[in-house]
């Protein structure tokens, strides 16, 4: 059965540096992956979506990830930190039907 | 655009009510989908629709209906509530079966 494993619950970076969040995945066929980010009291908006191609993929407020099969990883990075991006953000693999979430990061930024 | 509308934002019930969650979106999407998120486990899926009368069971389905009359329409039933179903439930759609989902804001629900 698919799976996602976010192996960070909490991480703390300064404003002004660069982050990485990590996702592990288990899939058993060409994996369809996403970045949600949610802010406290809100929906998910989502990052950015890898289905094939690049394995380098861009997304909204400067967000990129890539897509590493051989590490069965889709790593969520953004080379400067700003004080909006704390939020819990989470990684999710599958099509609607069989969809599944990583229990999440969350992301403190400290000034 | 509103997006994705959700009604109520909050709800207590008692253990055994029962009630309806709403559902509603303005993009023509045809996918929806029903979601509960729980502290460190993500969110799972209850439920989710391909179109206009046509519903499926997703990971978490128990204790659970929908229906899917019209395409912008998705409510989730409680049948008889209980306190393990206190979560936060979200709705999401999206235009295919691959894009990735815009969601509502949620329901914050508490089963005493």
């Known amino acids: 059965a698919q799976s996602v494993t976010q192996p960070d619950i909490h991480i703390t970076v300064s404003e002004g540096a660069s982050l990485e969040l990590r996702c592990n995945y288990s899939y058993g066929a060409t994996p369809y992956l996403f970045w949600y980010v949610q802010s406290p009291g809100q929906g998910l908006q989502l990052l950015l979506k890898?289905?094939?191609?690049?394995?380098l993929v861009q997304g909204i407020k400067g967000f990129e990830a890539e897509f590493k099969r051989s590490q069965s990883s889709f790593n969520l990075r953004k080379p400067s930190v700003h004080w909006s991006d704390a939020a819990e953000y989470f990684c999710a693999v599958g099509a609607m039907s069989d969809m599944r979430f990583g229990a999440g990061t969350r992301l403190t930024v400290k000034p | 655009n509103a997006g994705v509308t959700q009604t109520p934002k909050f709800q207590v019930l008692k253990t055994g009510q029962s009630m309806t969650l709403q559902c509603a979106q303005d993009?023509?999407?045809?996918?929806m989908s029903w979601y509960r998120q729980d502290p460190g486990m993500g969110l799972r899926l209850i439920h989710y629709?391909?179109?206009?009368?046509?519903?499926d069971q997703g990971e978490v389905p128990n204790g659970y209906n929908v229906s899917r009359s019209t395409t912008e329409d998705f409510p989730l039933r409680l049948l008889s509530a209980a306190p393990s179903q206190t979560s936060v439930y979200f709705c999401a759609s999206s235009y295919g079966r691959l894009g990735g989902y815009t969601f509502g804001s949620g329901t914050r629900l508490t089963v005493v």
């Open positions: 890898y289905f094939s191609g690049d394995t």
């Open positions: 993009m023509n999407h045809e996918y």
């Open positions: 629709s391909v179109g206009a009368g046509i519903t």
